[in-house]
């Protein structure tokens, strides 16, 4: 590619993200102007997990639990944000440049989220959410097998 044509295609990637996160704002708004009984309210969230992941690109990822807290706030009956801070650690192992070796690999995220709740449907609401953040990733105790 050219150096104009990258330009425009740099350009329309951000045409395109301005489009839906207008759209996004606009649907809110909406629905905060269809509530006006809206009560906002702070909120504290606490969610534990668990996965398990056999290969990814060779290297082996084993089974790793996670956890992540954060304070919140709803500011419509459709509207929320909330500040995250997550945790994850695991155990890495595969064949680098022939020689087999292990790492324990540990994650510290902290995010900064808005969801989009549609419904409520019962007990069940759908939701739709993008959010922002930093991670800080280090790996130790690296061992050759």
Not at 26 to 50: C, H, N, Q, T, W
């Amino acid at each position: 590619m050219t150096d104009p044509e990258i330009r425009h295609a740099r350009y329309d990637m951000l045409y395109r993200i301005s489009l839906f996160i207008g759209a996004v704002i606009m649907i809110a708004a909406f629905m905060a102007i269809g509530s006006p009984k809206a009560k906002s309210e702070p909120y504290v969230r606490l969610d534990a997990a668990y996965s398990s992941a056999n290969q990814m690109q060779g290297y082996n990822l084993g089974a790793a639990p996670a956890i992540e807290g954060g304070f919140g706030y709803r500011w419509t009956p459709h509207l929320r944000s909330d500040l995250t801070l997550g945790y994850r650690s695991y155990r890495l192992s595969g064949t680098v440049s022939g020689i087999d070796a292990t790492s324990r690999v540990s994650s510290l995220a902290l995010m900064a989220n808005t969801y989009l709740d549609i419904g409520p449907f019962g007990r069940f609401t759908p939701y739709v959410g993008g959010g922002v953040g930093v991670s800080r990733n280090s790996v130790a105790e690296t061992a050759l097998l």
